[in-house]
DNA sequence: CGTCGCGTTGAACCTCATCAAGACAGGTGG
DNA sequence: CCACCTGTCTTGATGAGGTTCAACGCGACG
């Protein structure tokens, strides 16, 4: 068995903690260096899979910045994520064995190439690897489920709020310090993401600026204050209003939205 | 290796092509015949497993009916499925080997527990069952997908319109005929679903009725004109108002929230 | 310099949330 | 059996948040 050449080597990327598993032996260090046989580089604006083709394969982001939309049968479609350094796209096309959303690169990027097939074999003699797809595959349905809070129950503020933090902390999970981001999108992107139009993001966005929660220039964003941003994120608007949450964890409260837990 | 009661034998089940891979050798079914271990009965406004659990089992429901909702930090909560017979349950705990929903059973319920242990333990060795999990997990991403345009885009009508079809198509692909479709979940349920208040899906519902799409008597609805209301799922109101799609193709669509996809 | 894509801002409208009142069914106790 | 109560659903009136329409600023690019 040779060794693959060090560009497509797992065990060699900065990444692995991302989007491998973790407490592998040597041997199976090997056998996964073999995994990544191809390396793609996508341009900015071009797709790296459409709806409807065949599944085959899973992809990494290695470097660059994608999103991934979804399109009903009228024409109309949605930005359904966005996806950095380290995450893994695909995982909708395992369910029809087609992928159910385009990528598109919002930058020039380089993707690595998981196929499948390849994949699922050597899952069979690596468990952890096959656990560590389920656990992956586990993410983005939390994910989706918090996304379901945003779409279903937050205001316009509260939403942006939480897109900015959540961006904030996937880069500082990669290591970037400091509050600045670099907005890759457009805020029609964003506007589709977060089911607000071009103009609310906009409004929005000047509102928090104007607030001093943030600094905005163009696609340069700084979050000056983090708290109050998460206060904004939680409480839609209504400042908090039940009076002892301790004191009176039954009470019936009036809050907005949100209809109570049908408890057991 | 004796043969399990048939009380929890998958073979002898009615629901087996909804919830177990097909094609298996008869030697792979006996295997599986051992998975389910364990029924519950779940009475009506209890939970079968709480957010913030640990993640042990998954499963499915095998009579009765149940709402999944999403808790976040600040007491707010919001239903993310209803489940019916055949339908799988838990797979959000995957991510994180913790629940991160709670699971409520509307009626009175029957569930088949598959211990996450066990299953993994035997997938190893029928590969068609770890093909299974992983397709299964990528249907619950697409439905995912499904939501977040409908939450992310859709008028109140829309939504409605969905979720009446929806219900009424895993009616059918459960052998039902007709077009009645008894609503096992309260409008606040529904509400907090769609993302609307008890209010609009009462007014909706009222107003689907006076139009002659539906009938609606309390629990009880009836799809009167299920291509009408299709058609009302997909344009949100505006009477696709495109003049000539194939003649303009790339005329801007005043469409109301949907910008368009930026093409590669 | 003109054009085009993108972003911002303003004004009017509209959908839907909110507040409030009442209808209806199911359950309990007299 | 009725009165009563409670949870659920319906309907109306009002207002706010966000969409829609429109105009303009700005930078990139040919």
Redesign the interface.
């Known amino acids: 068995m040779h060794t693959p050449p060090t560009i497509t080597r797992c065990t060699a990327c900065r990444l692995r903690q991302l989007c491998m598993p973790t407490g592998l032996t040597s041997q199976q260090m090997a056998l996964i260096d073999h995994l990544v046989s191809t390396r793609v580089k996508v341009a900015r604006?071009?797709?790296l899979f459409?709806a409807a083709a065949t599944f085959k394969s899973l992809y990494v982001v290695r470097t660059g910045f994608f999103k991934t939309?979804?399109?009903?049968?009228?024409?109309?479609?949605?930005v359904?994520g966005f996806y950095m350094a380290g995450e893994l796209m695909g995982?909708?096309?395992?369910?029809?064995s087609k992928y159910?959303?385009?990528a598109?690169a919002l930058e020039d990027s380089d993707v690595c190439v998981l196929h499948m097939h390849e994949l699922?074999t050597l899952?069979?003699t690596i468990?952890e690897l096959?656990?560590h797809?389920?656990?992956?595959?586990?993410?983005?349905?939390?994910r989706?489920?918090?996304?379901?809070?945003l779409?279903?129950?937050m205001r316009a503020q509260a939403r942006i709020a939480s897109f900015l933090l959540n961006l904030l902390a996937r880069l500082h999970a990669r290591g970037q310090s400091g509050n600045a981001v670099r907005l890759r999108m457009t805020r029609?992107?964003i506007?589709?993401?977060?089911?607000l139009?071009?103009e609310t993001v906009s409004r929005t966005l000047s509102s928090l600026a104007r607030k001093g929660l943030i600094s905005v220039q163009l696609k340069e964003v700084s979050i000056l204050q983090p708290q109050a941003l998460h206060q904004l994120a939680?409480?839609d608007d209504d400042g908090?209003c039940?009076q002892h949450?301790l004191l009176a964890p039954r009470l019936r409260?009036p809050?907005s939205?949100?209809?109570?837990?049908?408890?057991?």
């Open positions: 604006g071009h797709s459409r939309v979804v399109s009903t049968a009228d024409g109309h479609d949605q359904s995982l909708d096309g395992m369910g029809l159910t959303c385009t598109i699922n899952a069979q468990p096959q656990w797809l389920q656990k992956i595959m586990g993410h983005e349905i939390v989706d489920h918090e996304l379901f809070l779409l279903g129950s029609e992107d506007g589709s993401y977060l089911g139009t071009i939680q409480h908090d039940q949450p409260k809050a939205r949100t209809p109570k837990l049908q408890l057991a």
